[in-house]
């Protein structure tokens, strides 16, 4: 009879190859825990950025369908607002679409990818697009053929970087649609309130001006169009004009103009004649007045004028004489008769034109050269090349409230 089969002996412990576990692959997500947080920074700036582009874009289709001008303050504060907007995202966007491609270039899901990396590019082209919009030294695109046809990429592409992101988040993660429909809510409510007060409220050109506002100036024929006074400084900007008409500035400091004023020997002594006798006849200088419409309109229309003690020498608007924003604030020519018969406004400046910083008034500059419909309509109107501009000051009468 045969032995039974002896157990076959235990086999040896398997053990883990070490160059096997080196090569196994650690899983990394597509957007790590502190990529998330820049990516919250890159979502939070672009969903500012959206309400902002929004808002422009309204007032911008506003114009075109009504054919006037809403630009105002606000709507310069908010465009300044998309540039900077613009370039704090550049960094952030860019970082995190490096890193977020690094994460997942490799990813099984293909469509996601490729349709991720059609975002990027067409997101680069946006950014690309905006920079080379912006009218600032080294950077300033002026062929209009070359400027129009980037404008609308960059306006247009935005929409189809919307359509790719939500191409990639189909496939991927399900798309939280709740945050996003109340983003889109919330925005489409503030859009469309401030674009109604815009299109309720557009700015008013060249209005008469309330008779009411005839009691500060008589007896000469200028008034306000509120009926108020206007800041002496807002008056005196020559050297906020000088900085781009250079040339015209030239011109006017030399002129007759420049020195209508207390600046002028033979004025003076005209005008502080005119003031002591009717400071002894009537008990004030508003008899004056007649003078200062065309004369002296920094302290007339600032109401530095009536005080019976005004410097005529040291006064800060003493020698300011007719300044450029004098006339250019002229918003109507009330008729031709002479004796100062126009109406003036204070005209609306782009943010930081008073200010001293170099940096802002920078700012305010570029403001202008980007966004020029608002100060062409402010300072130019169509009036001052006839000749009947000119009349409110080149023809006077004696009225009786001068010299009884």
């Known amino acids: ?46 969903a500012i950025l959206g309400a902002n582009s929004v808002y422009l874009s309204s007032v911008t289709v506003l114009e075109a369908a009504t054919g006037r001008l809403y630009q105002n303050y606000f709507y310069q504060l908010m465009f300044l607002g998309h540039i900077v907007l613009g370039v704090l995202l550049i960094g952030p966007f860019v970082v995190f679409g490096v890193l977020h491609m690094r994460n997942s270039w490799q990813r099984k899901n293909r469509r996601a990818v490729r349709v991720g990396y059609a975002l990027f590019a067409m997101s680069l082209v946006v950014l690309i697009t905006g920079v080379l919009l912006v009218r600032v030294a080294g950077i300033d695109l002026k062929h209009p053929t070359a400027r129009a046809a980037i404008y609308w990429l960059h306006v247009l592409l935005p929409l189809v970087a919307g359509w790719l992101y939500w191409l990639h988040r189909l496939a991927g993660p399900p798309i939280h649609w709740r945050a996003g429909l109340a983003y889109a809510g919330i925005v489409a409510a503030a859009v469309a309130a401030m674009i109604g007060l815009h299109a309720q409220d557009p700015r008013k050109w060249n209005v008469a001006g309330p008779v009411e506002g005839e009691q500060y100036f008589r007896p ?51 005008i502080k004649e005119t003031r002591e006798v009717s400071l002894k006849r009537d008990g004030s200088v508003k008899a004056s007045r007649w003078c200062a419409g065309c004369h002296d309109p920094v302290p007339f229309f600032s109401g530095a004028f009536d005080d019976p003690k005004f410097d005529l020498l040291q006064h800060s608007t003493a020698h300011a004489g007719i300044t450029c924003t004098t006339c250019h604030s002229i918003t109507h020519i009330n008729s031709t008769r002479g004796n100062a018969d126009y109406t003036i406004e204070e005209p609306e400046h782009y943010p930081f034109a008073k200010s001293d910083n170099p940096l802002l008034q920078w700012v305010n500059n570029q403001l202008v050269k980007a966004k020029p419909a608002l100060h062409k309509k402010t300072f130019l109107k169509d009036f001052h090349k006839p000749a009947e501009f000119c009349s409110p000051c080149n023809k006077v009468s004696l009225p009786q409230e001068l010299n009884h």
Do not use: E
């Open 220 to 270: 000469s024929l200028a008034r306000t169009a509120t009926g108020n006074f206007i800041p002496a400084n807002t008056l005196q900007m020559d050297d906020y004009c000088k900085k781009c008409h250079a040339d015209v500035h030239a011109g006017w400091s030399q002129s007759v103009h420049r020195f209508s004023s207390f600046n002028n020997a033979a004025y003076l002594a005209a």
């Open 1 to 46: 009879m045969a032995a039974p089969p002896l157990p076959a002996p235990p086999l040896p412990a398997q053990r883990p190859d070490p160059g096997k576990a080196k090569t196994r692959k650690v899983y990394v997500p597509a957007i790590t825990p502190r990529l998330r947080k820049l990516f919250v920074v890159v979502l939070g700036l672009l």
